[in-house]
Nanobody, 111 residues
Framework: VQLQASGGGLVQAGESLRLTCKAIGINFKIYDVGWYHQAPGKERESVATISSGGAINYADSVKDRFTISRDNARRTVYLQMNSLKPEDTGLYYC??????WGRGTLVTVSS
């Protein structure tokens, strides 16, 4: 199983980024998927998840700013991040199913 995450970068506060995570070698559509954020010096936390049935949950800190979506045909999960804040800085990891993690993609938001 491979999870290829991309889309991170350096942006200014208020700008947007779109993260993409493509899954290879896994029956993507049957699994819950999600994005997790690890800020510098902190533990990894859930940002947004979307179940195999389409149920979505967001962390309170990103509600109304981030949107998670999935394309089962492309085996891909997306995270649209708008109105970025400096506290959104960190590594973002995608997860497919209970145990499959992608490499982190770095998001840096300058004030």
């Amino acid at each position: 199983v491979q999870l290829q995450a991309s889309g991170g970068g350096l942006v200014q506060a208020g700008e947007s980024l779109r993260l993409t995570c493509k899954a290879i070698g896994i029956n993507f559509k049957i699994y819950d998927v999600g994005w997790y954020h690890q800020a510098p010096g902190k533990e990894r936390e859930s940002v947004a998840t979307i179940s195999s049935g389409g149920a979505i949950n967001y962390a309170d800190s990103v509600k109304d700013r981030f949107t998670i979506s999935r394309d089962n045909a492309r085996r891909t999960v997306y995270l649209q991040m708008n109105s970025l804040k400096p506290e959104d800085t960190g590594l973002y990891y995608c997860k497919v199913g209970p145990n499959n993690w992608g490499r982190g993609t770095l998001v840096t938001v300058s004030s």
